[in-house]
């Protein structure tokens, strides 16, 4: 248990490189490139490595909201009581990040809402355009009424839809000129 999470790259240590390989930077579940925000790179008990969003999005789907199922090898890793962005970040992976990306920033999870947001952003980071929460979905169904909450969802998502905007609009359209025509062919017979 050498790895310290607040660890930073040596460039002098001689096992900074160890095993020769460097590690995989993309997520294996979302293939996103690990950062330090969203995309930071957290480590479960099984030594998999998954980024945040990753494990934010299965957390709010699992039944199991105190642990983490690994998709890769199905074992448990319990979350800290602090929350799911307390696990232990790989510094390995992190190590391999930019230098700029050596901070990362500190988030909270709002498991109710399926909500991820920046807290409070490292002092040493640069200006980034980085967005201050995420959506991670809706939490996995407590009662029927999620279901009801998720067709309404869907509803305004297909009246949001530009081709059924479209669509509503050239029948309006159409039906409007048919009106017209019906209207001027009855005139002309009456007159
Ligand atoms: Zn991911
Ligand atoms: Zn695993």
Known sequence: MESDPNHLRDPYKPDADDGGEPPDLECAICFCQFNNVFNTPKVLECKHTFCLECLA???VKST???TIQCPLC???TPLPDLGLPKLANDSTVL???PAAM???YSI???RNKGKLQVKRVPSSAPAQNVSQSLDVGNPAGEEG???S???RSVLITILRTPLCKAFIMSSVAIMTVILVITIILILRSAG
């Open 108 to 110: 909270r999870f709002n």
């Open 57 to 59: 999005r299965m957390n």
């Open 149 to 151: 909450a998720r067709e």
């Open 74 to 76: 199905r074992a448990y």
């Open 102 to 104: 050596q901070h990362v």
């Open 145 to 147: 009424e999620s279901g």
């Open 64 to 66: 199991h909201p105190n």
């Open 95 to 97: 190590s391999y990040l």
